[in-house]
């Protein structure tokens, strides 16, 4: 993690950029699809779990689109119902769709979610 180190007596001036933190714009992103038209997300960060749930959002039938940081999401079209065991494995979070999908269209069939096999012990982790 980078950090400043501010020395002397000189008064600061400029500006900082913050990026968008992942716990607060997942579940806003699951959230869209009950909208039902077109949400635009700014500061979105690039990470892989915005990017996993962009794809659930396409595969739920939004259309997106994301480019420097702003994410638009037109939940217009949604036409399904469930979440694919391949794309909720890909993060733990994938489970805030439940909610947002339930909503939407009166039913969820989702997995379980990522991080959550089996630990080889016999136990569930």
Same mark, same amino acid.
């Given at each position: ?24 714009? @997942?579940?806003? =992103?699951?959230? !869209? ?7 635009? +997300?700014?500061?979105?960060? *690039? &990470? %892989? ?7 659930? @959002?396409?595969? =739920?039938?939004? !259309? ?7 994410? +638009?999401?037109?939940?217009? *079209? &949604? %036409? ?13 979070? !994938? ?31």
């Amino acid at each position: 993690m980078s950090k400043l180190i501010i020395e002397g007596s000189r008064r600061l001036s400029g500006e900082v950029k913050i990026q968008g933190a992942k716990n607060s714009v @997942l579940p806003i =992103l699951a959230a !869209s699809i009950m909208c039902k038209d077109e949400c635009i +997300i700014k500061n979105c960060p *690039n &990470i %892989s779990d915005v990017r996993v749930t962009n794809k659930i @959002l396409n595969y =739920l039938g939004c !259309s997106t689109s994301f480019e420097n940081g702003t994410l +638009i999401i037109d939940s217009k *079209n &949604i %036409s399904k119902n469930d979440i694919p065991d391949f794309l909720m494995r890909k993060m733990r979070s !994938s489970i805030i769709f439940l909610g947002s999908i339930l909503g939407a269209t009166g039913k969820a069939e989702l997995s379980l979610p990522g991080g959550c096999e089996s630990s080889g012990d016999g136990g569930e982790t």
